[in-house]
């Protein structure tokens, strides 16, 4: 089988140097070759040579010529020889490739990364990245949330330590109930009923209850207490609903102070210590 051979000439060179990575124009031609797929067309050159000739945009093709935009990422005089125009089955090969590449990096001077001559799409697709953002940014939150519950913790175990007296949790709300009692002024009264009753929770279940909503008392409650939740889910309710309408009662002029402290807050202080019983106090089941 005769070789096909296509001589070539370039042309289109910048105005000055010929430097690495810039394009310049390659237009060869010769005997007809049918069937030459353009779509397909690569060169294969020599391994030293990989480099010193690039394909950057197929102008023409047809079945006597091509016209290619190339460039080089080689510096000095290029003259190829042994280069190959291929689309995979049909093989031409090129000659009078000649031309000199000028180095853009100055002696001494470290290399710098030039820019692609066309357009580069992205190597995965926007959804990919997307998805790698999401997932970086849940780490993250995940992260945040984690050290904050450490930060809380250690901040609650702290307020343990300085709230710590030598009585029981027990104790110490009783002792805070008859310092209530002794409150003449309603607002304050309700108030330290409510702390009090808070902080014994607090220390009987080692958990952050002193601002923490009805409803997560309840459940630590019964979390606590899962064989009591009939026992102790309205006395719950009821104790903390209390504390509420009587504060907002209070403030509003709805409930006036002698009502306060000679019928309401009396009963408030029986609900209580009712309460703290009913912790300690073992349900039928249980016996």
Known sequence: MTEVVWPCEVSGLPEGDL??????????SGPDVQSLVATNLSLELPKPDAFRLKI???KTTTSTAVEFRVTSYMPGPTTLKEVILTDGTQRIKLTGIEFTVTSVIKE????EPFPPQAPVDL????WAWAAIGLAVTLVLVSILLIVRRRLNVQKFKAWLDSERTPLSPRDHLSRELRRAMKERDPKNQISVLETAT?????????EPLMTASSRKILKTVLRRNPQDKKRLTPLTVRLFGEFERVSESLAAGKLSDQEALNVTLPQIHELTREFAESLSKPSKARR
């Open 19 to 28: 430097t690495v990575g810039a394009p310049f124009d390659l237009k060869c």
């Open 56 to 58: 950057l945009e197929n």
């Open 108 to 111: 001494g001077e470290p290399p």
């Open 123 to 126: 190597a995965w697709p926007l």
């Open 198 to 206: 808070r902080r014994f929770l607090s220390f009987e279940y080692s």
